[in-house]
Nanobody, 121 residues
Framework: VQLQASGGGLVQAGDSLRLSCAAS????????LGWFRQAPGKEREFVAA????????IYADSVKGRFTISRDVAKNTVYLQTASLKPEDTAVYYC???????????????WGKGTQVTVSS
């Protein structure tokens, strides 16, 4: 399984970014896809996840109402639309694949390489 994330960058507070993660290999369409992030000096934390069908979604409280996760099943791609970005959102964002019900607790089967998001004040 390969997870290829893209879309990070340097933005100002209040701006938006859309992160993408393309999954390939095995039967990725039967797994949940999610996003985690890790800020300097902090542990990796859960951000959002979507079930294999796209019908179930969960967010961390810190991003609820500002971030939107979505999934294109045909393309095996998951998106994270961010809005109203804050400096505290600065982190390396990682795409992850795992079972629904476990992925939000950090039980991930596969990790992608991260993409840096930097929000300046």
């Amino acid at each position: 399984v390969q997870l290829q994330a893209s879309g990070g960058g340097l933005v100002q507070a209040g701006d938006s970014l859309r992160l993408s993660c393309a999954a390939s290999g095995r039967t990725v369409s039967r797994y949940a896809l999610g996003w985690f992030r890790q800020a300097p000096g902090k542990e990796r934390e859960f951000v959002a996840a979507v079930s294999w069908s796209g019908g179930n979604i969960i967010y961390a409280d810190s991003v609820k109402g500002r971030f939107t996760i979505s999934r294109d099943v045909a393309k095996n791609t998951v998106y994270l639309q961010t809005a109203s970005l804050k400096p505290e959102d600065t982190a390396v964002y990682y795409c992850a694949l795992g079972n629904w019900g476990k992925i939000s607790r950090g039980w991930v089967d596969y990790w992608g390489k991260g993409t840096q998001v930097t929000v300046s004040s």
